[in-house]
């Protein structure tokens, strides 16, 4: 059985606690977890799947696999890049549902804000936003099918 949403934010949480709150590892952690992030194809980096609301250029697309989303991101910055994969992490390979209502608490879990500053917390909620928007209209897609 695959974890839900909260046990991978759990999960999230307890690798951050490892860095005892250590601003400079938190923040190579976040890099690292970016660089694991699937290479997104060029094709997919297109204007209408920028995220608007992000300092940074953040790239984000969702397809419907089956009757799960499945997210590709990237973005321009390594710590960018490190977020958005957590994102993916979470929430790729869920039902739209299950995106639309994930309580997404890991950030303050991780205490985020401190080691991200405003702008990436705002660039942050921005792409969580996009991530339920798309969960949104996959939900009702699959609403009108199936009527």
């Known amino acids: ?18 860095l005892d709150g250590n601003l400079e590892m938190t ?26 609301g992000c300092q940074s250029k953040v790239w984000l697309d969702a397809k419907i696999d089956g009757d799960k989303i499945a997210f590709a991101a990237d973005s321009n910055t390594a710590i960018t890049k490190g977020l958005v ?15 639309v209502d994930a309580d997404l608490f890991f950030i ?13 917390s705002n660039g942050l909620g921005a792409m969580m936003k996009q991530m339920k928007i798309y969960g949104l209209a996959y939900s009702a897609k699959r ?5």
């Not at 059985?1 to 490892?18: G, H, K, P, T, Y």
């Not at 609403?143 to 009527?147: G, K, L, R």
């Open 85 to 99: 994969s957590i994102l993916v992490r979470i929430l790729s390979n869920r039902t739209p549902q299950e995106v």
């Open 108 to 120: 303050e879990k991780i205490g985020l804000n401190r080691f991200i500053g405003t702008q990436r």
């Open 143 to 147: 609403e009108s099918q199936s009527n």
């Open 27 to 52: 923040i190579e952690y976040i890099m690292e977890l970016g660089n694991q992030l699937p290479t997104m194809p060029e094709t997919l980096k297109t204007e209408d799947n920028i995220v608007k």
């Open 1 to 18: 059985m695959s974890q839900s949403v909260n046990d991978i934010q759990d999960e999230i949480a307890e690798e951050f606690s490892m």
